[in-house]
């Protein structure tokens, strides 16, 4: 079967194009050895079938970046029939630089121009023709999002993938091209595919030609001597870079016209003064976050309070209240959809309970409470996780995002971080995994492994069931405050973290210049529906399989310490509640989890839920334990020990709120249960990104990683705990805080003045 390889910058429209070509045969896998999506499919419309492979999004064919390294192995060692080169016809000059070393290859190459759409909406014209002649492959301008073109597209690839092509370099005059056609001689002479791809990248000093190629190495040095000196500085990637762009803007820039009405702005540039200024992006920034978790966690929407309530008497009682709204005030979306889920799981509970209501004792609360108890106290959070990953994909997908960077980098930048740090950080608020190995877009070591440290501050998927549970028990228990504005003060407090100790780190152990940060910003795009469901589709599927798999096999343990003693007596009793015969574990704190936690519950005294609380001290240094295997199991946790305790019998009336009464028999305070959060938002993340960092640091630094990460989170909640119950102690920690500042100043003063004897 003929393969065609699609090839463009991030954004450009790849996945895009790949979908519509694609359509339902495409599946996603990895490339081997590294986490980066693999997709591909299968285009029917041709005489014969052709499959379709979309590599990863890239600026450049350098090895600096994962991606990179794929796209470049797949043309070279793969060979696809044809190449596709997705060109962002709106930046046409930034996207040329990839196409120049794609030239470079012997393959067949087509230029996709995608984004034409924009171009005539904006009234530009870009001349096909011209552009055609200069680069010397076809190119067919498309739109792939309103799939213009599409299989004229994929004819003219066919007709060129029954063509040899053989690589040319545009940088054909000057000692620079004389050095390439010297070197891609050698090269011939060793009979090498590709000889002119490997000749320019070696001139580039580029790491893994330099190595694969040792031999050749005195060769270009020798060839570089018979020019005089000054016509290669030192930096020859630098050299190869700067004429590859003088090329493109020497050739292209006249084949795009611009039409005099487009001398005017276009309206991306106005929204970037306002969203991007530099008083008012951030706040901004702030206030859509906020408005995100408005939309996903509030129980009283746009603050109208009750009044929904007054005004239809004629529903009270009826479904829609406690669904749609409660007295407290309308309920977002958000929180409707986790009810819905809630009714369904409780629902789900019922019957099988009742099912189940003459099997022997310990079976009934083997399945109600080791079974359902866990997994349904972390399925009812996927509405709500859903929806929160919905609202970043779309400030993502926009190009909204990359703004962000942009403005965050005048920020970053005094922090001793670059803006590019901002995406991997970003990416945490999904999942740590892919962010952490996206942090080797970073150029320096120091500022990637203090990177690597802070992003599971911002906080994950997995860590919103802890957030949103705790924060609804603080609402209902003690009355104060609106779960949102909870859930979003501890998103900001993790981001805070992660900027307090990023200044940490790079004023002590972890210091370095920070690169600079170059970025075109993409203009804005309506998101498109497909790609987004696509997206959370798969966010699904992950999340469910988590919940039955990794989680279901922690609560079946927890459910089993939990209900057996140390001398191995089933501790579930049948007791009578309102009439009705429930199974309810009364004596949990006599269970082996109970003796195991309370060996470890002193530890977390300090912090407000140790062995201070009342009752079930245990509980909560249980689930920060079992949080390390993943962090749903925190909740899970809860959920399986109350299901436990009370048998079930509120869990007929609301499944959460059974944790709600958990939490209520430890006797635990407002400060302790803020502290609780914190502590699990930055302490040890899950044993996968625990496993991930450990891949992408030295041994030593990893190790320190588990050091910083367990005295950050013990510092944190110890001092909210503290502050929060006793407001003076807050003097303490602001004089240890200034103590530690002088203290590096001075140490760092001694060390620059040594420096400079
Ligand atoms: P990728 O990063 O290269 O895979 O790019 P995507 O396919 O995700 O596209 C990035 C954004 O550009 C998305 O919001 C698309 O909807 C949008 N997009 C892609 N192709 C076109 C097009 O031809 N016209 C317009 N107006 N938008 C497009
Ligand atoms: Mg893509």
Known sequence: MKRFALIGNPNSGKTTLFNSLTGSTAHVGNWPGVTVDKKEGIYKKKEEPISIIDLPGIYSLSPYTPEEVISRNYILEEKPDCVINIVDATNLERNLYLTTQLLEMNVPVVIALNMMDIVRKNGDKLNKEMLEKKIGVPVVAISAQKQENIDRLMDVCYNESKKYRSGVSLLNDGPLAHLIKDVKIAFEALNVDNPLFHAIKLIENDEIEAKNHKELLKIVNDFKNTFDDETFGSDLEAIVADARYKYISKNYSIAKEKSEALEKETASDKIDRVLTNKWVGIPIFLVILFAIFHLTFSENFLFLGGLFNNLSPSFEGTMFEGVLWTDAGINSLGVILFNLMDCITSALGDLIGGWLSNAPMWIQSFVSDGLLGGVFSVLSFVPQILLLFLFFSILEDSGYMARVAFILDRIFRKFGLSGRAFMPMIMGFGCSVPAMINTRTLASENERTATVRVIPF??????????????????????????????????????????????????????????????????????????????LWDKLKHYVKKAFTIILASTIVIWFLSSFSFSYEFLPEVIEYEGEEIVANLRMNESILGGLGNLVSPIFAPLGFGSNLSNFAWVFAVAAVTGLIAKENVIATFGTLAACVSGGYIATEDGVLEVIAMIEATGITIPALIAFIAFNMTTIPCFAAVATAKGELSNKKFKWTLVFWLVTSYLVSMAIFMIGSWWWTSFIFLALALASVFLIRYFNNKASMKGSI
């Not at 998927?461 to 924060?471: D, E, F, S, V, Y």
């Not at 009355?479 to 993790?494: E, H, P």
């Not at 900027?499 to 600079?516: C, F, Q, S, Y």
């Open 458 to 535: 911002f906080s994950c998927g997995a860590k919103l069931p802890i957030l949103t549970a705790i924060a609804g028990a603080i609402v209902e228990l003690f009355n104060v405050g609106n779960a949102d504005i909870i859930t979003y003060s501890m998103y900001l407090l993790g981001m805070v973290t992660a900027i307090v100790t990023i200044i940490l780190m790079r004023n002590t152990t972890m210091k370095g210049e920070v690169a600079p940060f170059i970025m075109e910003l993409p203009s804005y795009h309506a998101p498109q529906l497909k790609s987004l469901m696509i997206h």
